[in-house]
């Protein structure tokens, strides 16, 4: 069965330093997104991703991140220097055109020191 | 009023049981609603998407009432393996990017 792909599983940094998530996709996928989930909390929508360009942003995606499709795989969000409060699982997911099912990969756990 | 809001639970029941999760959400121009279920520190996976007329996949059963803007998930003869977090998500419409999560509901199974 198809899957999304994370990478990193596991990231440790020191605040202030700057991170790359990464994320492949389902590959007949079309729709990309980002969302974190800080420890003992809600799943928090960030961003999604359509076409090469951002079609939703939260409130918490402010100048400090950004997300990239630099190929026809790969799908990452970068944080500018991090901060303690950024410390949570960001989960990538996607979905097809057709059917409005969003599918998460495993998850990247940021710590921020 | 938060957007989906669940009973934060834990439900502790006991094997063969039968249990069911409630949910409402705030946003009446929502059109999408899903169940998925989420284990310790793992990415949410999707249960079963919910529509108005009902809808039953093997013990499981879902329903929505949109006048009362709820949704209900029922889950039948009980097994250890569905110890999870029960997440209720809803999506304001087809053209909408994101899914708004509700905290989840903790079940245990006790056997």
């Known amino acids: 069965e198809p899957e999304v792909t994370q990478t990193p599983s596991h990231q440790v940094t020191q605040m202030g330093q700057e991170v790359i998530l990464r994320c492949v996709p389902i590959?007949?996928?079309?729709?990309f997104y980002w969302y974190r989930q800080i420890l003992g909390q809600k799943v928090e929508f960030l961003v999604s991703?359509?076409?090469?360009?951002?079609?939703?942003k939260s409130e918490i995606f402010d100048d400090q991140f950004s997300v990239e499709r630099p190929d026809g795989s790969n799908f990452t969000l970068k944080i500018r220097s991090t901060k303690l409060e950024d410390s949570a699982m960001y989960f990538c997911a996607s979905r097809a055109g057709a059917k409005n099912i969003q599918y998460f990969g495993a998850g990247t756990r940021l710590s921020v020191l | 009023r938060k957007e989906v809001e669940q009973d934060p639970g834990p439900f502790n029941v006991p094997e063969g049981a039968t249990v069911a999760f409630n949910c409402t959400y705030s946003n009446s121009a929502s059109q999408s609603f899903f169940w998925y279920r989420q284990d310790c520190r793992k990415e949410p996976k999707l249960l079963m998407s919910v529509y108005s007329s009902g809808n039953e996949d093997g013990r499981f059963t879902a329903q929505l009432n949109r006048a009362s803007q709820y949704i209900s998930l029922l889950i039948r003869d009980s097994k250890l393996s569905d110890s999870a977090t029960y997440l209720c998500?809803?999506?304001?419409?087809?053209?909408?990017?994101?899914?708004?999560f509700g905290t989840g509901t903790r079940l245990t199974i006790i056997p």
């Open positions: 991703f359509y076409n090469n360009e951002i079609s939703e």
């Open positions: 590959s007949n996928h079309l729709y």
């Open positions: 998500v809803v999506n304001k419409n087809f053209g909408n990017e994101k899914l708004t």
